[in-house]
């Protein structure tokens, strides 16, 4: 089990800095590797974003504008990413809500090392069947978009499956004039509004092909800036669509 766990990262989502702490001591003392704990959902998207964990403990009740379910859902649906809940609620109804995330473990806080160590051992064995099913090997972000996140200078952003914003990078906060904290779980296409420069008429970003390589204007901008917009369709580890990575390629680039 040892070398299983030496190619896990870990990574907590927690607003309990106490609590962060105790979890993070623990899983270093079962030979776990541990990234430096968040304490919101946006910042914990971020990370994963940068650096896919193989696992994340996940609090229910978190600081900022997502839930823990949320973002256990957006982690797993969109980054196959497999979430441990870690929460002090053990309401039914707290429960049921949770189960549509699809977590691959359910802990109630105080945390025993045994039983964490286990589910954490038994969440990765579940984790790697399904990764191995015909749907699990494509789903979540493929190798290159997950480099492009980070490393491209495009303007990228991530939608989920109601087309909400819930990821982008620097360069679509200049494209936009806005920044990423103002767009987060904005509605993508009353943001993302483009028309075609030689008709004017709008245009739907979900209508287009992948391949589609005509220029668009961005309406909504104080200045008029012209880009080449792709947009993919991100599927599960089940197969079904749980959201979309769009590129928008400003011309001349």
């Given amino acids: 089990m040892n070398e299983q766990k030496k190619d896990y990262h870990v990574l907590i989502v927690e607003d309990d800095p106490i609590i962060a702490r105790v979890l993070e001591t623990i899983l270093?003392?079962?030979n776990f590797l541990v990234d430096e704990?968040?304490?919101t959902g946006e910042?914990?998207?971020g990370r994963v974003a940068a650096?896919?964990?193989g696992v994340v403990l996940m609090d229910i009740d978190l600081l900022g504008h997502l839930s823990g379910i949320e973002t256990a859902r957006i982690l797993f649906h969109l980054f196959n990413v497999p979430v441990i809940f870690v929460t002090?609620?053990?309401e039914q109804e707290v429960l049921s809500h949770a189960k549509e995330a699809?977590?691959?473990g359910f802990l109630l806080k105080p945390i025993n090392r045994n039983i964490l160590n286990t589910t954490i051992q038994i969440g990765i064995n579940l984790h790697e069947k399904i990764c191995n099913t015909t749907e699990g090997?494509?789903?979540g972000l493929t190798s290159s978009q997950r480099e492009e996140l980070i490393g491209s200078l495009k303007p990228v952003l991530l939608l989920?499956?109601?087309?909400r914003i819930i990821w982008l990078n620097d360069a679509a906060e200049y494209l936009f004039e806005r920044s990423g904290s103002d767009l987060l779980l904005e509605d993508g296409p009353s943001v993302i509004q483009m028309h075609d420069p030689a008709s004017g008429e709008c245009v739907d970003i979900f209508s287009l092909d992948p391949v589609f390589e005509r220029p668009l204007i961005i309406k909504g901008v104080q200045h008029e800036k012209q880009i080449i917009p792709r947009i993919f369709m991100i599927n599960d580890s089940f197969g079904d669509i749980s959201g979309y990575y769009l590129e928008l390629t400003p011309t001349g680039e």
């Fill in 160 to 163: 989920d499956e109601d087309n």
């Fill in 88 to 90: 002090g609620h053990d």
């Fill in 37 to 39: 704990p968040v304490n």
């Fill in 137 to 139: 090997k494509t789903g």
């Fill in 43 to 45: 910042k914990a998207i």
């Fill in 28 to 30: 270093k003392e079962s």
């Fill in 102 to 104: 699809d977590p691959f």
């Fill in 51 to 53: 650096q896919k964990p």
